[in-house]
């Protein structure tokens, strides 16, 4: 990455976690119907999963899989493993 995208990279970041803040506080005064912002920070879309639905540690198969195979494979992949209950216990109800 050349160093102006870098550097506009981490102005974004640092924009939107201000932002964020801010939402934050406006949250907190107990107008909304949620007390904290909807969207989760995240870095990419495996830890947005994780943090969404999860089940806990499904972020980093879902970067090894990725790698491995195209997207709607995955999504297969990651839904039978997670039948199969290997990312917790299995048979207990949500």
């Known amino acids: 990455m050349k160093g102006y995208e870098s550097e506009y990279l981490t ?14 506080k406006a ?22 999963v994780e943090k969404s ?7 980093s198969r879902i970067r090894e899989l990725n790698a491995l195979m195209p997207r709607e494979e995955m999504a297969f992949k990651i839904a039978e493993e997670i039948t199969l209950g290997r990312f917790g216990n299995k048979g207990v109800a949500a």
Request: no cysteine; charged share 25%; hydrophobic share 35%.
């Open 53 to 59: 639905v999860g089940p806990p540690g499904i972020a």
């Open 11 to 24: 102005q974004l970041e640092k924009n939107f976690f201000q932002a964020y803040e801010v939402a934050k």
């Open 27 to 48: 949250r907190s005064k107990g107008f909304d119907p949620l007390p904290t912002p909807e969207p989760i920070p995240t870095v990419d879309l495996a830890e947005r």
